[in-house]
């Protein structure tokens, strides 16, 4: 087969990778991934004989090969002394668990890959809008949960003093509309469920009455008050008559037509010196 | 016992002597208690002589002349009792005044009664008080007595106080003329 004609036949699409950037088949590639291949189909294929086989002759293979067991089990015990048969196998160990170690990257790193793909394609609204919150709250059992809840220890672990700090009680009163409050409390309807007889029969009245009277002297305050009236009615008669009294000395020394004021001041032995 | 005057004008005159109204509306006033006492002597009379003789009850009917001298000797047994116990009748109490002599002192018995009977035999001597410069009237400057307001109640040996608030004098040991 000429060189230019692999150059130039079609390719199935999934080898398309195998394509070089010019056009051209990277043959050393395709013909490694036909060994592969062969060598993958050969390992399939033989595996699936040795099973045919071992499906078939297993019981009296067991039986023959018991004897064979024990004596390669004791040939592996020289083999283990002689030929460092441990050390080969901890030198394996130690490369399975490296290769462990590179799968599991690999797999972290694919897994990491794979969900943030998920996650970019996924409708998150669309997802909640689907899910039936109502079933999936009716299948929650509250009571279970309350049950386990224990208060005593959630309010041992509340500062209640940071929080009361923490709240502006001014701004809370400023918010309150007391007058709508008040104008919808129904004070009458408070009243009428008060029962004043029962009040009235808790007071003792009469006692009461008789001790305010013992401590109001009503008879002194009755007779001190009718003196107080009859002696500031005589003293107005009395001023009255003062009064007249000036008038008519006055009119009596204009007509006689006397200088100066009456001696009728103290002292009296100016009558008879 | 004293109270408070809330008359400033009366409280100034305290001690000085009376004037004609005032001594008028007290005499009218002892009047008619002296007429009251006359009819109340009349009724106990006429209780008496019903006890004593029997019915009609009625009031004795008196000569004029017996009438009119019954009548003054029980208002100058009034006016002198009144005037030497206290030195205020009645009137005089109701007008807020006091009968004192020269001194301010309360009246001797001879003396309240020789002006009671001077009042009943010539009531008109009041009208004095008019003309007078110190408000006397005639039966004042006869028996030496004045006529002074004074609203407080006190016994009647205490003077009266003088106008100005001064401590009255206990005597006549002023010099002043």
């Keep these: ?273 | 016992m004293t109270r408070d005057i809330r008359y400033v004008e009366a409280r100034a005159l305290q001690g000085h002597r009376a004037g004609f109204a005032s001594r008028v509306v007290a005499d009218v006033v002892d009047l008619g208690v002296a007429w009251l006492l006359g009819l109340s002597a009349l009724l106990i009379a006429g209780v008496v002589r019903y006890l004593l003789t029997g019915p009609p009850l009625r009031l004795p009917v008196l000569p004029n002349w017996l009438d009119a001298s019954l009548g003054a000797a029980i208002a100058v047994g009034y006016l002198t009792f009144s005037w030497s116990a206290t030195g205020r009748s009645v009137g005089k109490q109701l007008a807020g005044l006091r009968v004192v002599d020269h001194a301010g002192r309360r009246l001797a018995v001879w003396r309240s009664c020789t002006r009671a009977v001077l009042y009943v035999l010539f009531p008109a001597g009041l009208l004095w008080v008019l003309a007078s410069r110190r408000n006397a009237s005639l039966q004042d400057l006869v028996v030496g007595t004045a006529v002074v307001y004074d609203w407080a109640y006190r016994p009647a040996d205490e003077p009266p106080p003088t106008g100005d608030g001064r401590a009255p004098r206990p005597a006549r040991s002023s010099t002043q003329a």
């Design chain 1, 1 to 273: 087969m000429q060189n230019s004609e692999l150059m130039v036949a079609p390719l199935p699409p999934e080898l398309a990778e195998l394509r070089a950037h010019d056009g051209r088949i990277d043959v050393p590639r395709l013909l490694a991934a036909a060994a592969f291949g062969l060598a993958v189909e050969a390992q399939r294929r033989s595996w699936d004989a040795a099973a045919a086989v071992a499906g078939r002759f297993a019981w009296p293979l067991r039986i023959l090969t018991r004897p064979a067991m024990a004596l390669a089990q004791g040939s592996v015990a020289v083999a283990r002394h002689h030929l460092d048969l441990d050390g080969w196998a901890a030198r394996g160990l130690t490369q399975q668990r490296r290769a462990q170690e590179a799968a599991i990257r690999a797999v972290r790193a694919l897994t990491a890959a794979l969900a943030a793909a998920v996650l970019d394609g996924i409708d998150v609204d669309g997802v909640v809008a689907r899910v039936d919150l109502d079933q999936v709250v009716a299948r929650i059992d509250l009571d279970q949960i309350v049950d386990r809840i224990n208060p005593n220890q959630i309010a041992t672990r509340i500062d209640l003093d940071e929080i009361v700090d923490r709240v502006d009680v001014d701004a809370i009163a400023q918010r309150i509309d007391l007058d709508a409050i008040v104008q919808r409390v129904d004070l009458d309807a408070i009243v009428a469920r008060v029962d004043i007889d029962a009040i009235l029969a808790r007071i003792d009245l009469a006692g009461l009455t008789e001790e305010v009277i013992d401590e109001v002297d009503l008879g002194e305050i009755i007779r001190e008050s009718s003196s107080t009236m009859a002696s500031e009615t005589v003293d107005a008669l009395r001023v009255q008559g003062m009064r007249v009294d000036g008038l008519v000395s006055r009119m009596v020394d204009r007509i006689l037509q006397r200088e100066g004021q009456r001696q009728t001041g103290p002292p009296l032995e100016e009558l008879w010196p």
